[in-house]
Every structure is written in structure tokens, then in C-alpha cells.
């Protein structure tokens, strides 16, 4: 059956995905690069949609401190 | 793509969602606001940089990422981990940008391990910490904008990359490195990040400042004056003095570059020595001028960079701002290795010129252990040698030497200067066009080209020359050059080869074909053949019957229109009449120049005329060779037909007037014809070995070499010449014997000589015993008419005692007196005649002797073979030294003989 066949594929290549990106996750720790697993999934279809890695690392950090900012200024804000 | 950029948009608002932190009892329309913003800002930055800033290779990726674990690890247990996980992942093909991910990821890491050095720095208050902050992480949108900034070198990467290709594909990687090796430096031990900050803090204030200090830079790279740097003299760059020593030292590396520069500066001002040194000037004049608009975009960083400093900052600041005199030191280091090179081939330059120049540079692009000064001096080497491939196309294609500096390896020499050297000595002073119009210079060949090549390409544009000039078809020429013409230039080695192999085949072609078709040269050969060495046997047979009287008297008594004449008679009378007009019209009958004592067969010579073109090939030293070679041959021809005339008379002569029954005349003339047939044996044989032997076979070698397949006029000279030799040397005109010190005795010509001179002694000596025979006979046959029978036995008796006769002859002769006187003679002269008979014939025979004795030692094969051919029954005895015994001891065995 045609159907199976292809639910079969898409069982596959989706365990492939999960094996990839548990790859990828496994060398984000050792790297220390900080990223959970939803982010790093992410990231990856988006490089895979063809973006620049460079920028999106650069945009990855932004948002980070931006974020850390924001943290930070509630913080101060709070007390 | 739809698709596409859709799902790249869900993923970017998935990535701001997740990273957006949460502001606790913030407005939903607000958190709206914020995330639209983030977005756009994500999507801005996305699409402005939508190509890849590394090569897209997966290796490059995970080195990155081993180095850095490597780096950052003391031990190597993580980067193994990573290795593993690396082979895993390339064995997955889910994911087609592998090494885009891993770049991420290792972009990311960098980010993790940037911050700590600033904020673990213990020294620094927090009211600095914070302003350390706020200059890292600006607002939002401009930061894009300012992250330019604060990477000077990629900005300046790709202006550098085009001007200085050999930092190619470092550039970026030992950027990378740099960073890497910094950062991974400063977590690792943060000592060290201590100590910088230490440095920062207790920074000594330099007097001038470095900022004033990168203000003056680039004046100074551009080897300008600057208020703080300012030259001093041509050479010298003088420093504030007032400097730490660390600086000086960075100055000093920093002064290299600019004093280059100027040097160089001044080497293209001054004026070239030629073509080749007027193009590296260029090409020197090129490379600086990248090097001007290297120090332009170091201009511009650092007046970025002094702009955007912030003054209260140690060091004014200047450890921010990403420009200081250390990285300018890095920046310039490849061009400065770049001028130190090009320094280098200036200053070797003054004293080469053409090739050599060159084989300098070349010798740096081929032999040097560096890549970069191969790279570099290739680069050049493209300028440099674009004259000369000039020369070259002109030279090959056009056979035109333009070449007003003499930097081509081929030189046109100074007919004058021609006759001095050593080489046109050996020939005799004989100057040829095409031996030496031209010259091949060995020193100025270039390296880029072989010898081989080299000579291939003289011979080319000597051709062409020579086609034009020599041979008068300058047409062919011209449309040769513009037929076949193209450009050359440095780099496709293969092609030009290829090019110059057909324009050497066509040249060759050509010019072999016009020596055959329009100037004969291979009939020129044969009649050179036929005439002078003697191969046209009719008319040589008939030439010399009709001159032999003539040439019997005295030189002085000859006449060149008697001799033409008899020449003319010869040709009508054989088959030399049915050569081509061309070839007879230069045969001419002359006398040499004439000595005391000369008869007409010393003098005579025939002679055959070569004019222009042809006597590249027969030169005057050919023509010389030949003319030996002739006389050499007309003089065995002249003994033989003089032995072969008397040997006529005495054979019939045996016949009829010299029957005698004097036993003693009998014996003596048995004798003489045993020499005489010896002789004659000799000289056949020497003659056979000379013309079929020596001329016919070096002939047939002349013919398959010049018949060959792609000859040139090269090989044809050469050829020529060999046959000549060979025939020289074999046919015993030229070898000279090697056992003995005296030269001039020794050579086999001198000992032809003296045998064919006994041989025409003898013969006069035959001659006369004939003619002694013959009175003898008249005088018998006059006393048998007059006498009775009893005189007759008289006669008989007298015959046994010859003495006897001549005392009684006169008494038995009463009519004539005067006839009393030749009697006397007549008798007297038998004994004479006999003693010298024996005596020429015995010294011949010693002669022979020794002749074949050096015949017998002979290292060439065809000599020995004369050697036996002349002697096949061993009548003679070979004697290898000069001082031979007497003859006489062989008289025996070769009168048997005969």
C-alpha cells in the first residue's frame, strides 16, 4: 500500500530529524552554546529554509541580551 | 518559494516567542507591539545578509569547533565526544546544511565565551562595567550598523583580498583563529584576562599618544613626512624618541613597509634600462598602487575607529576601537613581505637586463619554498614579460628582430665583428648569412622557455630571415605573419608551444622547399658530384684525353680559352650535354694561380659556381673541400691514364718493335711491366675505394638525410658537411697520422703524394727504355737490311755482350757519322735506365709498404678495407715505421707476382 509506504517514510525520516537534532543538541552543550532542544529545532529548519547561520546566530545573541535587558530592568524595576 | 519564505517566518516568530522574556502585567497589545518589532528587526537583519560570509564546507565547520573544544578543554576527552558526534552526524542525510548548523552553533559559542573576560574582571567598578555594557549591546536597530564597526578587518578584508590575492582564503580563517585564540586564551586562564585588565588600568600615558601616533600612519606607509614620523633622509624614518620601547619596536616593524614603499617608489621613477626593465617598473608601479589602496581602506579604519573613540577610556580608548598599532602591524604584514620582495628584484635587477630578468623573477615564482612569493612573482612575471613575448611574435611570426635595447636572446651580430670570433677562423674566414647574421645568446635565454625551445625558436625567425632576405621571398613572409600571427603571452606554456611547433614547421617547410624548387640546391649536389668528384665518367675520361697534351707543357703556356673550349668539347661529346642548362652554365675550366716549374696538370682545375642562397649549404669552406677533393682525383685519374697510356704502348710495342733476343732487355722489360702492372693495381684500386667506397656511400648518407621528414636547412648544413668530412677524411686527404710528431710528412696526402710522383717518374723511365727499345730496334732492322746473314750472327753475338755491339756497330754502319754519337748513347743509356728502373721501382714499393702499414692501424673500418683490398695476396709487407729497410729483399716476391 502506497499509503503505508509513505507513513513508514515519514516515520523514518522523522526519527531521522529527532536523531539530527538530538546530534545537534548534544554538541550545543558541549559547545556551551545554550539552546534548548524547541530553539535548536527551530534554528535548524530555518537554516534549512537557506538563512545565513552568521546572521542567525547574531540575531539568536541579540534577542538574548535584549531579553537579558528587559530581565534586568524588571529587576531593577521591581526593587 | 512561497512555501518557503513562509515557513522561514513561522520559524523566526517562533524564535522571538520562545527568546522574548515575559514582562509580568505588561499589556497584550504591548507584548504585541515588542514582538512585531523583534521580528522585523530578526527578519532585517536575515535578509541583509543572505549569503553565507564562510565557504560552505562542512569540514571547515567542525575544525572550527575541534580547535575551540581543543582550546578550551584541557583535556581531549570533549573534542573526541565531538568527533564522534560529528562522523554520526554525517551519517545521517536528513540535513542538507550540515556545516551551516555547525557554524551556528559555533557562532553561538563564541558568544557564550566572549562576555566572561568583561564581566569577570574584578577590577573594574560597576559603574565602568555598565558602561562597558551599554557599549556593547546598543539599541536594537542600529546594532547592525555598529557590529561593522566593531570588525574592522572584514570590512577590510575584501578591499585587501582584491588587491593581494595571496591572502586569499587566509585572511578570514586567521581572523577566525585570532578571535579564537584570544577569547579561548582569556577564559581559559583568566590570569591572563587579569593581567590585561591590570595593563588597562595601569596604563602609562605615551608621549605622543598612540592615537595621534595611527593619525600619522598612513602618511607614513605612504612614505609621506607626518609631524610625528617625518623622514629624515631618503632611507631613514625617524622616531619620536620619547617612546616606551615596546612601541619603538612595533614602529620599527611598522617603518619597514613605508621605507620600502618610498625605495621603490623612487626604483619606477628612475628611468628603465630597456623594454623588460621598463615593464617591471610597470608591474612594480601596479603593485604599488594596490598597496596605496591597501593603506587607503587601513586609512579609513583607522579614521573610523579614532572617531567613534571614547576619550576617558585607558589608552584613549583605543583597545575598543579595534585599530591599533599592533593590528596595523598584522594587517600590513603580507603586503610588507610583498614590497621586501619586489625590493629585492629591484635591486638584482640593476645589474641583469632581457633574460636574465626574467630567469630572476621566474627562478622566484618557480624554485622559491614559499607559495605566496611563487604566487606574487607569477603575478609579475605577467607583466614583465609581456615585451618580451613582443619580441618573440615579431621574431617568429614576422623573422623581424625589434629589439632596440638587445634583451632578446637572439642578437644580430656586427658583420665586422664576425670575422674575429674563433668559429669563422676555423672556416676560413668564410662569413654566411645564415650562419651568422644571427646569434643565439645562451645567457639571455629566459627560464620560462627550454634550450630545446629556445633553439627552435631562433631557428624560426632566422628562417623567416632568411626567406626574406636570403632567398628574396619576402611575399610568402608577409602572409605567412599575417596568417598565422597571434598573441602571446605569459602562462599557457602548452599553447604557445604548440603555436611555435607549427610556425617551426611551416618556416622549415617553406624554406626547404624554396632551396629545392626555386634554387636547385639538390641538383647543385648531384652536379657537385658528378663534376668535381669525378662521378660523370665519360666526360672526365674525354676532358682529359683532349686537354693531356695540352696540360703536358708548362702552366705558363696555358690559356683559359683553350681550356673552356676543351671543356665545352667535353660536355657536347658526353652525356653532359643532357644536363639541365642551369647546372652547366657554372661549370668553368681554370688554372690555379700558377708556381715556378708548374706544367699544365698542377694548374688545371675545374670549378663549379655557387651563388647566394645555395651557399649557405655549400660554403666557401665546402667549395674549398671540394676543389681538394677534384684535385686530388684528377691527379690518380691523370697517373692512370698516363700509366694506362704507356702500358697501351708497351703491349703493342711487345708486339712488334720490342721483340729482341737480348735476354738481358727481355728481362728488364718483364720486370717493368710487373711494376707497371703494380702500379696500375694500385691506382685502380685506389680509385675504386675512393669513388664507390667513400663518394657513392657518403653520398647515399647525404640523400637519406637530406630526404628525411621534417629537415631542416640546419640538418642539410650539417649534413652536408658530414659528407664532406667523410669523404675528406676517408678518401686520405685529411687524416693525419697520430703516431708521429711531425704533422706535415705524415699525412697520407703527402704519401699519395710522393707514390703518385714515383709512379709519373717511373713511367718517364718506362718511357725512355721504350724509346731505347724502339732505336735499338730501327737500328737492328736498318743493319738487317744492310747486312748479310753473317752480320745477322754477329748480331746474336753481340746481343749477349751488349758492349761488344757498340763497338762494332758503329764499324758495321758506314753511312752515317752523326749516327756514331746516338749509338753511343743509345748503349750507354740501357744500364742507366735499368739501374733507375729498379731503383724507382723498388723505392714504390717501400712506399706502398708504409702507406699500408698506416692503413693497417686505421680505427675506420673503409680505411683498413683499402688497406687489404690493395694488398688482398700479401705481396707486401705492411711496416708501421717510417724508417723502412730496403726494399729490395720484396723484388723477388713481386716480380713473381706480376
Redesign the interface.
Known sequence: MPGDESKQDKQASAAQARQVIDVFQEISTLLNADLDRQTLSICISLIENGVNPEALATVVRELRKDAEETKRDLQSGGQ | MSS?SQ??NT??N???R????K??GEEPAAVEERESS?VD??RE??E???????VADVNQASDL?KK??LQTNPSPE?AL??TN??S??LS??????KW??????????????RTPPILTSPFKSPIKRRRNIEDV?PG?PN?GAK?NDDIPAEAFAPEGLKKLPEREGGQRDRKEEEQAFAKSAATQREGVALKTALLAENYVEIDPPETALLRDLPFTLQGLSSSHLPFSSELTLKLPSTLPVPIISILHTLAEPSLLYRGLASFIQSPGGGLLGQSLRAAIGGELRSYLGLVATLEGQIRRALASLDEREPRGGIGKAGVTLKRCVVWTREATMGLRLMSLISEESKSKKGGQLISLIHGFSSSHGDPMVGAFAERLLVHVTRPFYDMLRQWIYDGELSDPYHEFFVSEQDPNAINDTPDARNRGGASSVWEDKYKLNEDMVPTIITQDFAQKVFLIGKSLNFIRYGCGDSQWVEEYSKAASKELRYGDTATLETWIDEAYKTTMARLIHLMSEKFHLFEHLKALKNYILLGQGDFIALLMESLSSNLDRPAGAQYRHTLTAQLEHAIRGSNAQYDSPEVLRRLDARMLQLSHGDIGWDCFTLEYKIDAPVDVVVTEWGNRQYLKVFNFLWRIKRVEFALASTWRKCMTGSRGVLQGEDENVTKAWKLTRGVLAEMIHFIGQLQYYILFEVIESSWDELQTAIHKEGCTLDDLIKAHTKYLNAITHKGLLGAKKKHHGEVDENTFMVQLGEILRLMLSYRDAVDGLYSWSVSDFTKRQGADVRNDVQNRRDDDDVLINTPATTRRGPRHLPDSTPALGIDDSIVDEFPVLQERLQALGAHFKSRVCLLLGDLAYQPDVDMRFLGVVMNFNDVYQPVRKKSSRPAGREQGRSSARA
Not at chain 2, 541583509?48 to 564562510?54: K, T
Not at chain 2, 545521517?92 to 546544511?97: A, D
Open positions: 518557503r515557513r522561514v520559524g523566526i517562533s524564535l522571538v520562545r527568546l522574548l522574556v514582562i509580568p523583534a528587526f530578526v537583519i536575515l541583509s545578509s543572505d549569503s553565507p560570509a564562510v569547533i575551540r573544544l570533549k565526544r565531538f558526534l560529528y554520526r552526524l545521517i542525510p536528513v540535513i542538507t546544511q551551516a548548523v555547525l557554524y551556528f552553533l559555533y557562532q553561538l559559542s563564541d558568544h557564550q565565551q549591546i536594537s546594532y557590529r
